[in-house]
């Protein structure tokens, strides 16, 4: 199932997204669906005809994972850490598709990082790997943004990972995804840069899951970004950054500089 998040007259709700590409129908959801449930009413509209924004906004945080794929720890000269490499995100860093990339003023040097996000239910701590399924709501696409130059700089990565539009998550949530070994390819103007497969993280999803959760307690609409594939490189005004999760869809943001 697909659950967007999305606008129409100015008044963001929730719905389920049916239907073939190009013929999409987006069926609108009674209030939240992460607290109340998903429970359709008879309201559609056209998928073409609403505006796409983040499927969800963390009540909480969004945790990052450094260094989970090897080719890519290796391509900037890391080793792979020996215990996970967690971060946090604000809230205020997530933007939804098609939205701009908004280059920071204190950077010269942002790169993308295409990634498969996981979505939290419910509240929980201390989630054994084997249970972690419970408490996933589902995955979405998401983009790691970092500036290089300052994550080198200030020797912590709060400002080099966190700064505002840094977070693009799109363009839904799907509920029924198997992690395991999925396709994670992103494209700068339409050139592929990023091809790589979840088969490939040093930690699987499920056990970055329960990782994370000894380390903090997750809320529902928790966001956990699992890693990139190889192949990042940096970002310029006037380009596009285009990300696509086999299994969910695409999440494509233009870039600016203000």
Aim: hydrophobic share 40%.
């Amino acid at each position: 199932m697909r659950i967007a998040r999305f606008v129409v007259d100015n008044d963001p709700m929730y719905g389920i997204v049916e239907g073939e590409p190009g013929s999409e129908v987006v069926t609108v959801i009674k209030g939240d669906p992460f607290f109340n449930g998903v429970e359709p009413t008879t309201i559609k509209y056209p998928l073409d005809d609403v505006r796409l924004v983040a499927p969800i906004i963390p009540r909480s945080k969004v945790i990052g994972v450094g260094r989970n794929f090897a080719e890519h720890a290796r391509e900037l000269g890391n080793e792979v850490p020996e215990s996970p490499l967690l971060f946090l995100k604000p809230n205020t860093s997530v933007i939804g598709p098609g939205e701009p990339i908004v280059l920071p003023e204190f950077s010269e040097e942002v790169s993308y990082e295409a990634e498969l996000c996981v979505v939290i239910g419910r509240i929980c701590k201390d989630v054994p790997e084997e249970r972690v399924d419970e408490v996933i709501f589902g995955y979405t696409c998401g983009n790691d943004l970092t500036a290089r130059d300052v994550q080198a700089s200030d020797g912590q990565w709060a400002r080099a990972k966190g700064f505002d539009t840094s977070a693009p998550l799109g363009p839904w949530i799907e509920t029924e995804l198997d992690p395991d070994d999925v396709a994670i390819r992103g494209w700068l103007n339409g050139e592929l840069r990023q091809d790589g497969s979840t088969n490939q993280m040093v930690r699987s999803v499920r056990e970055l899951v329960s990782i994370v959760s000894r380390a903090f307690t997750l809320l529902p609409g928790d966001v956990i970004m699992t890693g990139t594939p190889a192949g990042v490189d940096l970002l310029n005004a006037g380009d596009r950054y285009e990300i696509e999760v086999e299994g969910i869809g695409r999440l494509s943001n233009p870039v600016v500089r203000r």
